[in-house]
Every structure is written in structure tokens, then in C-alpha cells.
């Protein structure tokens, strides 16, 4: 079957890998256009778009699949269905309607569950013991078209956004392939998602990101996984801003006010609303990231030293 691959970050090169090696044709490559990275902000082609080049694969650049320069190229490609993994760009119609399979969507998540930008994130975020990956049919819905497939994924104890998308990535890179294996032999079965367990995870912005330690210590640790690498969970202290690795909650540690810092050795504590947690690592205000403790010997905390609470609850 002809089929164009639409996809923009990194973790979407796992599936264009596997869908190239498979008996499909890739006809080409739609991703969003070059953006600017790093402090210079140096106009920088997609991981996708790289990867694609590196395999041979014609090109479409585009935030709009819908406009008419964008239109007559998918029409030239004529594909019969498009792979979508986090292209990042709403798809509408008369661009919904080209391919005759349509446009098929790897999402990370089990739908109805986690319909939205950051899937893994919130499932992390809610402590979601277990997800997955689904592929469904693109309409004009948030993530409501029919389910054609699903796989599963363990979410283990300490996983951040990170490592567990990684691994969704790669595992549900098979899932779309044999979702188009499916649709091109006439097997493939599109279940309409339920009503019920239905939950949003719209993007998360820096603010989401900050801690507020007056909350439990649990809930603390799966916000800064959830928010890990992106967009980075932080705190502050006397208007300085930190940014925080991972954290382990320390049930059997003596209480500690929310916020309040305890360093003793190589163990550095946070007060939260329930039990401390013990800090890793820590990116101090124009610094690299460091290990807490070696951040708290420079700093000599004095006795009652504290980050800000957050959400309002500033010490």
C-alpha cells in the first residue's frame, strides 16, 4: 500500500524506521518546517525530517496539511492512507478525506483514556499502573476516531515521561505497521471508543511544571517524573528558580516542613506535605545540573532553609 508518514519529533522516528522496512511503500515524508533550537535559535530540520532525508525519502514541510500548496503535493504522492505519529499539527478536511484509508494515528495512550498532547505525562502524573498505545482513524475530534489497535505497556515504579515514551515509541512503532498490514488486506476492524473512561492530557506548560511541596509526597514524586525531560520540573528559592531531577519519596525520614530543606552527608531532604523526599539532581539558576548534595555544600543551607512552597503556599 502507498503510504506518507506525517511525524515531527524524535519519538516518531522508531515508527518511519519500521514502516520503511516493511512491505508498504513509503511515497514520502510530512513533518512541520525547520524550527529554532538552542540559544542562538538555529533553524533546524525535524528529527523526522533528518531521518527522512538520511533514507532517501521525499520531503512535504507544512503546519497546514489543508492549504492548497500542501493539498496538490499530497495529491502528486496519491497515498492511500497516511501514518501519523506526533506530526503536531491539526489535520482537517479536504485533507482528511484525500487518502481512501485515511489518516491513521499512533497515540500513546489507551483511548478513550488520555485523549490530548501529553498522554504519557498525565498517565504518569495520575499513577496509571499500567497504558499503552492505540491506533485510531483521524476525524475531526480531539483523538475520538474508531480504534483499529491497541498494545500495553507496564508503568514501572521510577519511570519518568521520558523513558516510558521511549519505550512506547519502539514498542508501538509494530502496532502501526500492522494496522496498515490490516488495512490493506481488507482485515482491519474499527471499534467506535466507548463514553465511558474517557480523561484529557492537554499540553503541559512550565507553570505545570513548578512543585508545590505542600502537597504529598507521592503526588510531588509523579509530578517531577511526569514533567521529566519536559518540560522540566522546577522550584525557587528567594526568586531564584531550580530546576529538579527525579525525586524518592523517604517515608520513614522525620518530618519536615513543606519546602524545607535537611542536608546531612549525601542525603539532601524536602519537607511535603506528607513525608520528605530525598533530591538527586539539581540545576541551580544558570548552571549545569549537579548532584544535590554537592549543590548544598556550596550553598551552606542554614537551619530552616526552604524552597518556595509553590501554588500560592510560598515560604
Same mark, same amino acid.
Given at each position: 500500500?502507498?503510504?506518507?508518514?506525517?511525524?515531527?519529533?524524535?519519538?516518531?522516528?522508531?515508527?518511519?524506521?519500521? =514502516?520503511?522496512?516493511?512491505?508498504?511503500?513509503?511515497?514520502?515524508?510530512?513533518?512541520?518546517?525547520?524550527?529554532?533550537?538552542?540559544?542562538?535559535?538555529?533553524?533546524?530540520?525535524?528529527?523526522?525530517? %533528518?531521518?527522512?532525508?538520511?533514507?532517501? =525519502?521525499?520531503?512535504?514541510?507544512?503546519?497546514?496539511?489543508?492549504?492548497?500548496?500542501?493539498?496538490?503535493?499530497?495529491?502528486?504522492?496519491?497515498?492511500?492512507?497516511? %501514518?501519523?505519529?506526533?506530526?503536531? !499539527?491539526? #489535520?482537517?478536511?479536504?485533507?482528511?478525506?484525500?487518502?481512501?484509508?485515511?489518516? #491513521?494515528?499512533?497515540?500513546?495512550?489507551?483511548?478513550?483514556?488520555?485523549?490530548? /498532547?501529553?498522554?504519557?505525562?498525565?498517565? #504518569?502524573? /495520575?499513577?496509571?499502573? @499500567?497504558?499503552?498505545?492505540?491506533?485510531?482513524? @483521524?476525524? +475531526?475530534?480531539?483523538?475520538?476516531?474508531?480504534?483499529?489497535?491497541? $498494545?500495553?505497556?507496564?508503568?514501572?515504579?521510577?519511570?519518568?515521561?521520558?523513558?516510558?515514551?521511549?519505550?512506547?515509541?519502539?514498542?508501538? /512503532?509494530?502496532?502501526?505497521?500492522?494496522?496498515?498490514?490490516?488495512?490493506? !488486506?481488507?482485515? !482491519?476492524?474499527?471499534?467506535?471508543?466507548?463514553?465511558?473512561?474517557?480523561?484529557?492530557?492537554?499540553?503541559?506548560?512550565?507553570?505545570? /511544571?513548578?512543585?508545590? *511541596?505542600?502537597?504529598?509526597?507521592?503526588?510531588?514524586?509523579?509530578? #517531577?517524573?511526569?514533567?521529566?525531560?519536559?518540560?522540566?520540573? *522546577?522550584?525557587?528559592?528567594?526568586?531564584?528558580?531550580?530546576?529538579?531531577?527525579?525525586?524518592?519519596?523517604?517515608?520513614?525520614?522525620?518530618?519536615?516542613?513543606?519546602?524545607?530543606?535537611?542536608?546531612?552527608?549525601?542525603?539532601? =531532604?524536602?519537607?511535603?506535605?506528607?513525608?520528605?523526599?530525598?533530591?538527586?539532581?539539581?540545576?541551580?539558576?544558570?548552571?549545569?545540573? $549537579?548532584?544535590?548534595?554537592?549543590? !548544598?555544600?556550596? +550553598?551552606?543551607?542554614?537551619?530552616? +532553609?526552604?524552597?518556595?512552597?509553590? +501554588?500560592?503556599?510560598?515560604?
Amino acid at each position: 500500500m502507498r503510504v506518507l508518514f506525517a511525524g515531527t519529533p524524535a519519538v516518531a522516528v522508531p515508527s518511519l524506521e519500521v =514502516l520503511t522496512g516493511s512491505d508498504h511503500e513509503v511515497v514520502g515524508v510530512l513533518t512541520r518546517p525547520p524550527a529554532p533550537v538552542g540559544r542562538r535559535r538555529v533553524l533546524t530540520p525535524s528529527p523526522v525530517h %533528518a531521518a527522512a532525508e538520511a533514507a532517501g =525519502l521525499p520531503v512535504l514541510t507544512s503546519n497546514r496539511p489543508h492549504d492548497e500548496d500542501t493539498l496538490a503535493a499530497l495529491r502528486e504522492l496519491a497515498p492511500e492512507a497516511v %501514518a501519523v505519529v506526533a506530526y503536531g !499539527a491539526l #489535520i482537517r478536511s479536504p485533507a482528511l478525506e484525500l487518502p481512501r484509508h485515511g489518516w #491513521i494515528n499512533l497515540h500513546f495512550s489507551l483511548l478513550p483514556a488520555w485523549r490530548g /498532547a501529553a498522554p504519557v505525562q498525565h498517565a #504518569i502524573m /495520575a499513577g496509571d499502573e @499500567i497504558t499503552g498505545a492505540s491506533t485510531f482513524q @483521524i476525524e +475531526a475530534g480531539l483523538d475520538t476516531g474508531p480504534v483499529l489497535g491497541t $498494545m500495553t505497556e507496564t508503568v514501572r515504579p521510577r519511570d519518568t515521561s521520558g523513558e516510558l515514551l521511549d519505550r512506547l515509541a519502539h514498542a508501538g /512503532a509494530p502496532l502501526l505497521v500492522a494496522t496498515l498490514d490490516g488495512l490493506a !488486506a481488507g482485515t !482491519a476492524r474499527a471499534l467506535p471508543q466507548p463514553a465511558e473512561g474517557v480523561s484529557l492530557a492537554p499540553r503541559l506548560i512550565s507553570s505545570d /511544571a513548578r512543585v508545590d *511541596w505542600s502537597l504529598p509526597a507521592h503526588v510531588v514524586d509523579r509530578r #517531577i517524573r511526569g514533567c521529566t525531560p519536559a518540560p522540566g520540573a *522546577w522550584t525557587s528559592r528567594d526568586d531564584a528558580r531550580f530546576k529538579l531531577g527525579p525525586v524518592r519519596p523517604q517515608p520513614d525520614a522525620s518530618p519536615l516542613r513543606p519546602g524545607e530543606l535537611h542536608a546531612v552527608g549525601e542525603s539532601v =531532604l524536602v519537607g511535603t506535605g506528607t513525608h520528605p523526599v530525598q533530591l538527586d539532581q539539581v540545576a541551580p539558576p544558570g548552571k549545569s545540573w $549537579m548532584s544535590a548534595a554537592d549543590w !548544598a555544600r556550596g +550553598a551552606r543551607l542554614e537551619s530552616g +532553609a526552604a524552597f518556595d512552597g509553590g +501554588a500560592g503556599v510560598a515560604r
